[in-house]
């Protein structure tokens, strides 16, 4: 027999066993030991139990002594056979039905004993039999070694959860992070410490936000304000500044954390890097911006272009009705010259709009700019140096020649220019007109999103000139924006640039610092075409004619002017103010008309759509379109359709009679 004392000793020892630690295969390895040796038990066992999906109960062995301890037969067929649902109500039925303990026909006993709401505590006593003081005993040590496992429990899931939450924060690709409420760091992830440029949390720690990492001081007064006011910020656009000084735009997403007094004391969130997207929705923005631009530019220039062909053409007939020394000859030939450099200004304004017409031939780039090199070595000043730096074995391009010589011309001009305006002394000036081809990929197009993946060569001029800074480069292609003196620039040079690369899907970048120059650089796409398509000139002089003409227009200012010009030439012409009248006089003419002139644009009925209905009935009848505006009737992007006779306004009395004279001409 063992004493009162022996016994409070044994209970003392197991209940220090308990407890050992918070890994609970650990802690049952150091307990179940003890009870074991403590009680004299042959052999034991800890089970936790689980319910399956089937609703059935899992008992998983935590770890036993012996380690391939047979457990008693009644224990498993009563898991197996019993459904729970997890309550305690049926858990507690569950272990009802299990006898405290089992006698084997070999004369040993076993105790199957509950760990409240965790598992079960099995013992194998061998022959001895606990009196109730010992079953009673076990019974409280038991409690207490259910809440020790549950603790671990418990401990396992939350170093899982943490793991999983540290793993989270140290993998994440967006900036987390928390903050004090005076402006540091408190931590951050690595991938904030990648964003910003420091190498260490210890370094960022040092920081402060206001002044090293906000780009303007009053936005970090306005977020804290702003985060006052609501407790949290979602999505808030911040401007901030790298340690190598580069800046940076981030949305942030962030709540405030208030200690007990209900004061903030930290801020706590996400930040997100987002200026390469805003980089793109930039360019996007100037790019819609240019078309709007181009849009109304274009309708200008077309509404200009219906009173300059009255203008330069009354002007035109009345000096061929005035002699040379007549006192107005003088006054209308300054009208007229007017009127031509108004004609400029609007074919740089279509340039720009993309709304010019033009014709395609398949040229070696390299060869264009040698053939007007004498033109652009005029243009600039005798100390500046032109170096040409031409690749080899370039594709040919489509391009209309008289376009490229356009670009050339203003781009030249533009270096002249900025070089002009460099005041030091011995400065060597120079420009450099380089030729070269590049591929574009999905890469190079996802982040350029005015360009098209394909084969381009480029074509760059570069000078060390004045440059230019960030606001200038954002306008430089808009149209009548000039950094020149008042009256000594039109500011459309750049904008018709623009406009013709654009108009042959190709790309125009500028690269410029200020006090150390500009570069143009233009990407055009090559052809695999073969050979060169050569325009037969038409000649101005005055031709006369004999044949029928229908004039169509809507604009009758521009009707009437043509037609008494015409009709003074001694054609026999009829003229009709849209589409639907000249139908009629069609039906009703006889003989019928042996050329028909129509503008393109007109309301109702349009060029297009009535020359259709006419050849329903004369498929033979002979045309000649007539627009100062491109649509796509008979233009694609402003490339004019094979075997279409067209005239651009504002035309001369000379062109107007050299076309009609030719295409009637034709067989």
Not at 38 to 62: D, M, P, S, W
Not at 300 to 328: K, S
Not at 582 to 595: C, G, Q, R, T, Y
Request: proline share 2%.
């Amino acid at each position: 027999m063992i004493t009162s004392a022996e016994r409070i000793q044994i209970f003392y020892e197991i209940s220090m066993s308990i407890g050992a630690s918070l890994d609970l295969r650990k802690m049952v390895k150091t307990a179940l030991p003890t009870y074991l040796k403590k009680l004299n038990c042959a052999a034991g066992a800890v089970f936790k139990l689980t319910k399956e999906n089937n609703g059935k109960l899992e008992y998983q062995k935590i770890y036993s002594i012996p380690r391939n301890i047979e457990i008693v037969k009644n224990f498993k067929e009563a898991c197996n056979n019993c459904s729970f649902s997890g309550d305690n109500e049926e858990y507690r039925k569950f272990l009802s039905i299990l006898p405290n303990s089992f006698s084997h026909s070999d004369g040993q006993s076993s105790h199957i004993m509950n760990l409240p709401d965790f598992g079960i505590l099995y013992l194998s006593t061998g022959q001895q039999n606990f009196d109730d003081y010992i079953v009673n005993s076990i019974i409280q040590l038991n409690i207490k070694f259910a809440q020790s496992c549950k603790a671990c429990v418990q401990n396992e899931a939350l170093q899982k959860s943490e793991e999983k939450f540290r793993r989270i924060f140290e993998d994440s690709r967006d900036v987390i992070f928390i903050s004090s409420e005076d402006g540091h760091f408190l931590d951050i992830n690595p991938a904030g410490l990648r964003l910003f440029g420091y190498s260490s949390l210890n370094e960022i720690k040092k920081i402060d936000i206001s002044k090293d990492l906000i780009k303007n001081s009053a936005d970090r007064k306005a977020y804290q304000k702003y985060i006052k006011d609501k407790g949290f910020v979602k999505d808030y656009e911040l401007l901030l500044k790298k340690k190598d000084g580069s800046e940076i735009t981030v949305l942030e997403t962030s709540t405030a954390v208030y200690d007990a007094e209900k004061n903030i004391n930290a801020y706590r969130g996400i930040m997100r890097d987002i200026t390469e997207r805003k980089r793109m929705e930039s360019q996007l923005a100037q790019s819609q911006k240019m078309e709007s631009i181009g849009t109304l530019a274009g309708g200008v220039a077309h509404d200009f272009n219906n009173l300059l062909t009255i203008i330069n053409g009354v002007a035109e007939m009345a000096l061929l009705n005035l002699d040379a020394g007549n006192p107005l000859h003088k006054d209308i030939t300054s009208i007229l010259m007017a009127g031509k450099r108004a004609e400029n200004l609007t074919s740089q304004l279509l340039a720009f709009s993309r709304k010019q017409i033009y014709k395609l031939e398949i040229l070696d780039i390299n060869q264009v700019i040698y053939s007007i090199d004498k033109i652009l070595c005029r243009l600039i000043d005798e100390d500046i140096e032109i170096k040409t730096v031409f690749g080899e074995n370039l594709p040919d391009i489509k391009a209309d020649n008289s376009q490229l010589e356009q670009i050339f011309v203003n781009l030249i001009v533009n270096a002249r220019d900025a070089l002009r305006a460099v005041e030091k002394p011995d400065f060597q000036k120079k420009i450099t007109i380089e030729t070269g081809q590049i591929f574009f990929d999905k890469d190079y197009v996802s982040k350029h999103p005015d360009s098209r993946e394909g084969q381009y060569i480029f074509i760059a001029f570069s000078d060390n000139g004045i440059g230019m800074d960030e606001q200038t480069k954002e306008k430089v292609f808009e149209p009548f924006f000039t950094t020149k003196e008042k009256y000594k620039g039109t500011g459309l040079g750049l904008s018709m640039v623009y406009g013709i690369v654009k108009q042959n899907n190709g790309t125009v970048n500028v690269y410029s610092e200020p006090g150390v120059g500009t570069s143009f650089k233009i990407y055009w796409p090559v052809t695999e075409e073969a050979g060169n398509v050569e325009e037969s000139a038409i000649t101005e002089d005055i031709l006369y004619g004999n044949e029928t003409i229908l004039f169509v227009e809507d604009e009758e200012e521009v009707c009437r002017f043509a037609s008494k010009s015409l009709a003074s030439l001694g054609y026999n012409v009829s003229k009709a103010y849209n589409g639907r009248k000249a139908l009629e006089l069609i039906k009703n003419n006889s003989p019928k008309f042996d050329l028909i002139i129509t503008d393109l644009i007109m309301p109702e009925l349009n060029g297009k759509e009535f020359i259709d209905k006419v050849k329903e009935s004369f498929s033979d009848v002979k045309v000649i379109y007539v627009s100062g505006y491109t649509d796509n009737h008979i233009v694609n992007n402003g490339l004019l359709e094979e075997g279409v006779n067209f005239i651009h306004k504002p035309y001369s009395i000379k062109t107007l009679a050299a076309t009609v004279r030719r295409v009637l001409d034709e067989k």
